[in-house]
């Protein structure tokens, strides 16, 4: 289904897995409450032809409710996938250290001010706590013009930084899979674990189960998509 603008797009990817009040909705687009209630209404009216609607639950905010699930379905298998955004300004914190990270390129608060749905004001005071973490590894992001902040320092402190990360995400629960998803290349694990194993065993080393998976984290934040990390190809027995 194509929408008449982008922000009906926006509006339909937030609530199209979850439950928002219209105050959040209204944050997140940087719009009134009264131009959501608009904008759903406006997109009830798009849905009527697919058998769904967004019904407003008092107490709870805005949901997707569907009549024909048939004819939603013909909507799913055309509708882009919804993106997991990062919610709250911790998650914001987390994505913006990873992203910086594992990037060999500039990045635009802008972009991801789109991406997430949020304003660039809202980046730009999660920023202060990046700067600061990134500050203690003798990292430092510097601003090109009209190209975004780029992150600089040594590869030995970036993978410092970044298993350090990873290191306290696992020890409060598993790694949010958007987040993995940025840190890890997806072939990294079944290439490094065997290595790890023999070298291990040649070597008499006996690590705790904390230290070793701290030891794969490090390897496999080595194996990030972005290009700034060596290829998982270079892993070498």
Request: charged residues 25%; proline residues 5%; aromatic residues 8%.
């Amino acid at each position: 289904m194509r929408f008449p603008n982008q922000r009906l797009a926006q509006l339909f990817t937030l609530l199209r897995n979850e439950t928002l009040p219209q105050d959040e909705l209204a944050q997140r687009l940087s719009v009134s409450t009264r131009t959501v209630r608009a904008d759903i209404t406006a997109l009830n009216t798009l849905l009527a032809q697919y058998g769904a609607q967004f019904i407003l639950n008092r107490g709870s905010g805005y949901q997707l409710k569907i009549d024909n699930p048939t004819s939603f379905q013909a909507l799913e298998e055309t509708a882009p996938k919804a993106q997991q955004v990062p919610r709250t300004a911790q998650d914001r914190i987390t994505f913006l250290l990873v992203r910086f990270l594992t990037s060999a390129f500039s990045i635009k608060l802008e972009d991801l001010a789109d991406e997430w749905f949020v304003s660039r004001a809202t980046l730009q005071n999660d920023m202060v706590e990046v700067r600061e973490r990134f500050q203690r590894y003798q990292l430092t992001l510097e601003t090109r013009p009209r190209h975004g902040m780029k992150l600089f320092g040594s590869e030995v402190s970036i993978r410092a930084c970044l298993t350090d990360l990873l290191w306290e995400l696992t020890q409060q629960g598993d790694i949010a899979p958007p987040i993995g998803a940025e840190a890890f290349a997806a072939e990294v694990p079944a290439l490094l674990e065997p290595v790890l194993q023999e070298t291990l065993t040649r070597h008499h080393i006996r690590l705790t189960d904390a230290g070793e998976r701290f030891v794969c984290l490090y390897g496999r934040g080595g194996g990030a998509p972005r290009q700034r990390r060596l290829p998982a190809g270079r892993i070498q027995r």
